[in-house]
């Protein structure tokens, strides 16, 4: 069965300190992982995705098949990053996104 | 990207009535639509997949007779919540796949459902 688990609810880090947000997965196959991101007040919207390999607003991750893991990572956190995180995987085709429950990150100024 | 919009964003109703919440797709085609459901801080739950033209499929534990979805046009699919109670009060949301088979979702504003 397809799993995503974000085993912390809640990170709080002091402004410029470096982030990690921690995502593993289980699934037999080759996924396409995800992140996304919702801001206080607004829609789910996507940050990024494993197979474009780009950095968004600083934050990157990368797929390590042999960890299972999908880390978002930020050398150095801003206020404005405050936001709820899901990390999600996708099977194939039309079917449904797979999230975790989500980790919130707290940026301390 | 593509914009996924609901309605209404915020309903308040009586225990035992019925809400209808739309979710369209304003710039693209969406075939497939997806329900989810998040509670208070909480992950989204999916509920239900919403097929164009035919059923929708449930996940399990959704009951079907609870949240009727219909999906009976490329740009629009809604769910009713019937003969709501209060612990049907939530915050629902519908995604579409932007008429790609990437797996990014695009997701509605929300509608927040509170049931007295």
């Known amino acids: 069965a397809q799993r995503v688990t974000q085993p912390e609810k809640l990170l709080s880090v002091f402004k410029g300190a470096p982030v990690e947000l921690k995502c593993n997965y289980s699934?037999?196959?080759?996924?396409?992982l995800f992140w996304y991101v919702q801001y206080s007040r607004q829609r789910l919207q996507l940050l990024l995705r494993h197979i474009s390999r780009e950095s968004i607003k600083g934050f990157t991750a990368d797929l390590n098949k042999g960890e299972t893991s999908f880390h978002l990572k930020k050398p150095f956190a801003q206020e404005e990053d405050s936001a709820m995180y899901y990390c999600?995987?996708?099977?194939?085709?039309?079917?449904?996104?797979?999230f975790g429950k989500g980790t919130r990150l707290s940026v301390i100024a | 990207g593509a914009v996924v919009s609901q309605h209404p964003s915020w309903v308040i109703c009586k225990s035992g009535t019925s809400v209808k919440i739309e979710c369209r797709s304003l710039?693209?085609?969406?075939?497939?639509m997806f329900w989810y459901r998040q509670f208070p801080k909480q992950s989204l739950m999916l509920m239900a997949t919403s097929n164009e033209g035919s059923k929708a499929t449930y996940e399990q534990g959704v009951e079907k007779d609870k949240f009727l979805i219909n999906h009976a046009s490329l740009t629009l699919s809604t769910l009713t919540v019937t003969s709501a109670h209060p612990e049907d009060s939530s915050f629902y949301i519908c995604?579409?796949?932007?008429?790609?088979?990437?797996?990014?979702?695009?997701f509605g504003e929300g509608s927040r459902l509170t049931v007295l």
């Open positions: 699934y037999s196959g080759s996924p396409e």
């Open positions: 710039d693209f085609q969406a075939t497939t």
């Open positions: 995604s579409a796949t932007g008429g790609t088979n990437t797996g990014e979702l695009f």
């Open positions: 999600a995987l996708h099977n194939s085709g039309n079917t449904p996104l797979v």
